[in-house]
């Protein structure tokens, strides 16, 4: 079961062209977005690094297939409410960055999918 699950995650990720990479530097067509996710279930910042890399940059290229993104995320933070502040610079091929950041703020007060943890989206702010 656990291993057909990360056989669609891994297929899944890599049809959706994306690299997820910890948060270097922010080149000049790219938006840096911030936000306030709730995931379920909650396995701790550590076990979640790699899920919230998944949820955004598969949500990312399902909205833009057959372009190439980059989706830097710095680690979770993970706050006593079970909140978390995640910070992802965000660039896709051909597209410019307020487009990018415009569709990403549309996640707010929706829930997008990662590998194990379905994030709920408190808040989003992108900004180029």
Known sequence: MIFAKTLVALVLAGATFAVANPVGRQDSNSTTCYFIMTPTPDLGPDDLQTDINYAIGHTVG????NHILTDDNAPLVRHDD??????????VSGETPA?????VETWESQTISGIVAQWFVGAADCVE
């Open 62 to 65: 399902e909205e833009y297939p």
């Open 82 to 91: 079970g909140t978390y502040d995640v910070m992802s610079v965000i660039s």
């Open 99 to 103: 487009d990018v950041g415009a569709f």
